[in-house]
């Protein structure tokens, strides 16, 4: 394989995958999109925490989360 | 023009591999690939295989209003569906992300539901069937919503 279809190759994968994280659902006949590895999910998760057990269990989800990404 | 052999899946019609000299045919085979003549123009992402005839893929253009959109939830963004050629299907699959809608078409010519993001983010639009349908996928991306 060349060095360029390899590149493409894998920026194919990468995209594929950025897709594949993207969380999408279907809200009065309207797609509604969001990463939930960007900064803003992973505050508005944090946000949903009533005390600090709970804080931490949902931290543990979104590092999950992050690295398998 | 030269004739030159294409590989393809004689299940789907895909096209797989394409060669201007015979003796690939044996491996293509191999594979359980089946072959058969094309024009020269004939490509993996132009033409298909359909009746051991290459014949070109239906073009399907997306066009959004706007590639861009606020990720407040609220600014969208809708891309039209347009089938070129005679004959356009009454609907066609359109993957949004892992997703895909059924978008219902009159005379060749539809819209996918409109797209709105909650988080910046980058979401491609691109037709599901790509054996059957040639398509330049679309992306829109959504961008954080700075409120000063």
């Known amino acids: 394989m060349s060095s360029s279809s390899a590149s493409l190759t894998a920026q194919a994968l990468q995209t594929a995958k950025a897709q594949a994280r993207l969380a999408l659902s279907k809200e009065k006949n309207r797609w509604v999109v969001s990463d939930p590895a960007s900064p803003q999910a992973v505050c508005a998760t944090l946000e949903e925490a009533d005390n600090w057990q709970q804080g931490k269990k949902l931290l543990q989800e979104i590092f999950t989360r992050l690295l398998s990404s | ?148």
């Open chain 2, 1 to 148: 023009m030269q004739p030159k052999m294409i590989a393809y899946d004689p299940l789907t019609g895909e096209i797989r591999g394409v060669c201007l000299t015979p003796p690939q045919v044996m491996a293509w085979q191999a594979q359980g690939l089946a072959a058969t003549d094309g024009p020269e123009e004939a490509g993996l992402d132009t033409h298909r295989v359909v009746g051991g005839q290459a014949v070109a893929k239906a073009v399907v253009e997306l066009t959004p209003d706007k590639s861009e959109i606020t990720a407040d939830g609220e600014d969208q963004a809708v891309v039209a569906v347009t089938v070129l050629g005679e004959e356009p299907p009454d609907s066609l699959e359109v993957g949004v992300g892992s997703q895909s809608e059924s978008v219902a078409l009159v005379g060749g010519v539809g819209a996918l539901s409109p797209i709105s993001a909650v988080t910046p983010c980058t979401v491609l639009v691109a037709v599901a069937d790509s054996i059957t349908y040639r398509c330049e996928p679309v992306s829109i991306t959504a961008v954080e919503d700075v409120q000063l």
